[in-house]
């Protein structure tokens, strides 16, 4: 017997190593095209919860400015002979008469500065809604080229204010902002308190 593989070995060899059929190239096609469509389905699942975690991120930031300023300007808002705090809402317009404590430059320390905060008249975007403005300006009530935007994320009229006790002078303010790009809405509540009312209140 020959220490040589035959001739007729050889055939056989390249025969059974001859490639792939067409059934095991459908079937690794069929399973490649399986899990491109899994990595791009969480690739946009991903993306998506992205944009809505920024979204709320947004929103958050945006309440926390607007109520900050609204509540700080509220808590130290002038008052007149009787005590009542010089604060009016009407219109959907905030507006409140503070003392300058060097945080106005237009202003001279000590002037009386007089703050609106009302919405923008026209939509920022379908996606941000409209924005909070606040105007000021000193002595007398600021005009259009006074505002500027504080921030955006409100809806449409999302921005309300009443006096819920005049002579402690207690505010309640409302936000309705969006929740979603698909223009939900959350409302928001916060209280905001007069420290001169409220003191001479207790006593």
Not at 2 to 27: A, D, K, Y
Not at 45 to 52: A, H, P, S, T
Not at 95 to 100: A, G, L, S, Y
Not at 126 to 153: I, K, R, T, Y
């Amino acid at each position: 017997m020959s220490p040589w593989p035959s001739i007729e070995n050889g055939r056989r060899g390249r025969l059974r190593q001859s490639g792939f059929t067409l059934i095991e190239l459908m079937v690794a096609l069929v399973i490649g095209l399986v899990i491109i469509l899994g990595a791009g389905q969480l690739f946009l699942v991903g993306l998506q919860n992205f944009r809505q975690t920024e979204f709320l991120g947004n929103k958050q930031a945006a309440l926390t400015f607007a109520s900050e300023m609204l509540i700080r300007d509220i808590r130290r808002a002038n008052v007149d002979a009787s005590g009542t705090p010089k604060i009016s809402f009407s219109d959907t317009e905030l507006r409140i008469e503070i003392i300058n404590n060097g945080d106005t430059n237009a202003c001279s320390d000590g002037n009386k500065v007089v703050r609106v905060y009302r919405l923008s008249n026209t939509v920022v975007s379908a996606s941000e809604g409209w924005s909070l403005d606040m105007g000021q300006n000193c002595n007398d009530a600021p005009s259009g080229s006074d505002f500027e935007p504080l921030v955006a994320g409100f809806a449409k009229d999302g921005f309300v204010s009443s006096e819920t006790d005049e002579g402690s002078g207690i505010w309640v303010i409302r936000f309705t902002l969006l929740s979603n790009r698909d223009g939900d809405t959350d409302n928001i509540e916060f209280y905001a308190t007069n420290r001169t009312a409220a003191v001479a209140n207790i006593n």
